[in-house]
């Protein structure tokens, strides 16, 4: 059963100006791009799901898709592209290749393992908070060795509104038990990051390939090269591994 969660009022007025310590209690993940490598997966997928359709690909339209629900992602594409066909069809039509698409080709991000396991080893709740269909995140995450890692598991079949409406973080943290200014965010992508913005949390960017290029017109808290930066800015706040 899907939700609309209400926004938390923001964290506070000024981001990207970083103080010297915020307060951490648990951390949050996006999936797609951040832990797990299937953005090039889904550019493919969807590449081949234009030709069926005798379309080629935009840029532009696409990264509107970015860090979107599916229903969202394929309803930019129908509108962009101007395609008449049902926008249910045009959604299971592409989800079915998008998963075939993933069956046996996802690896974790670098990184993505040991930022993991080091929220367990410091006593941090850890969740994931994902646009993707169930089925589609549960079988990257098996596929990554990511299984069973997340207390609180969140996907865009739970929520009405998709990133950047901030519900998908704030149904995390609800299904957490804890209060949202607390909680990090990691996110790839610029919708991803005003919704952790909106949601009232610590929304930290881990760009991409794809989204390293595009504008963060939301500011995150920092942006850090690579998921390998994470211990350290978490360290630096105060976060220690438990002896």
Known sequence: ???TVQAARPMRA?????????????LIFDMDGLLVDTEHLAYGAMDAFLVKHGLERRQEIH??????????????????????LPLPDLIDDYALMRREALIGNVVPLPGATEIVQFGH???LRVALASSGLRDQVLLSLAEAGLSGQFEVLVTGDDVD????????????AEDLGIDP????????????????VAAGMHAVAVPNEHSRVMPFE???????ETLHDAIPWLEKHGVQRRS
């Open 181 to 196: 200014a607390v909680c990090v965010v990691f996110e790839d992508a610029p919708a991803g990051i005003a919704a952790a």
């Open 63 to 84: 990264d509107q898709m970015l860090g979107r629900r599916l229903p969202e992602a394929v309803a930019i594409i129908r509108e962009g592209y101007g395609m008449t």
């Open 161 to 172: 509104r998709g990133k950047p409406a901030p519900d998908i973080y704030l149904k995390a």
């Open 121 to 123: 080893d410091a006593g």
């Open 218 to 224: 939301v500011a995150p808290d920092t942006t850090l």
């Open 1 to 3: 059963m899907s939700v």
């Open 14 to 26: 000024i981001r990207g100006e970083e103080p010297d310590r915020v307060q951490i209690e648990a």
